[in-house]
C-alpha cells in the first residue's frame, strides 16, 4: 500500500508499507522474499536480505526543483525518504534494518534519470544511479 499527499504545487510527502508471508511452508527450497536495492532498503545490496516472511515500511519527501525545457523533458526532482524492514527465517539478517536516502530524478524525454545515495545501519551504504524505469 502506498499515498502520495500533495502538501503544494511542488511538493509531496509519502508513505508506503509492504509485506509478505509464506504462511508456514516448508520445503520450497528458497527465500521467498527479497529485501535490498532501489527502493527496497536502499542501502543494502541487490537481495541482500532474504526471508520467508517480510515487511517494509517508507517515508519520504518528493520536491520540484525546477522544470526543463519542454524539448529536454519535464522537471527536476529532489527527494529524501527513510526505509525500515524486517525478514524473517534469516538468522543472519540484522534485526531490523534501516536506511536513509537522498536522490535527484530527472523526468527527461528519454525517461527518468535518477542519481542518489543511501546510508543505512551496520555500515551499509549505497550509491546507485540509472536510466529508465525501475521495475
Same mark, same amino acid.
Given at each position: 500500500?502506498?499515498? %502520495?499527499?500533495?502538501? *503544494?504545487?511542488?511538493?509531496?510527502?509519502?508513505?508506503? /508499507?509492504? $509485506?509478505?508471508?509464506?504462511?508456514?511452508?516448508?520445503?520450497?527450497? %528458497?527465500?521467498?522474499? *527479497?529485501?535490498?536495492?532501489?527502493?527496497?532498503?536502499? /542501502?543494502? $545490496?541487490?537481495?541482500?536480505?532474504?526471508?520467508?516472511?517480510?515487511?517494509?515500511?517508507?517515508g519520504g519527501y518528493l520536491r520540484e526543483v525546477t522544470r526543463l525545457s519542454p524539448l529536454l523533458g519535464g522537471a527536476i526532482y529532489g527527494l529524501a525518504a527513510y526505509e525500515a524492514g524486517k525478514v524473517y527465517g534469516n538468522p543472519l539478517a540484522p534485526r531490523v534494518p534501516q536506511s536513509g536516502t537522498v536522490a535527484v530524478i530527472v523526468k527527461s524525454a528519454i525517461g527518468p534519470v535518477f542519481l542518489g545515495g543511501s546510508i543505512g545501519d551496520s555500515d551499509h551504504y549505497k550509491w546507485w544511479f540509472g536510466l529508465g524505469r525501475i521495475f
Open positions: 500500500m502506498s499515498q %502520495f499527499v500533495p502538501i *503544494s504545487q511542488k511538493q509531496t510527502i509519502f508513505v508506503a /508499507a509492504n $509485506g509478505g508471508s509464506a504462511f508456514g511452508a516448508s520445503g520450497l527450497g %528458497f527465500q521467498v522474499f *527479497s529485501l535490498g536495492g532501489p527502493q527496497l532498503l536502499s /542501502a543494502y $545490496g541487490r537481495n541482500e536480505l532474504l526471508g520467508n516472511q517480510y515487511w517494509l515500511l517508507q
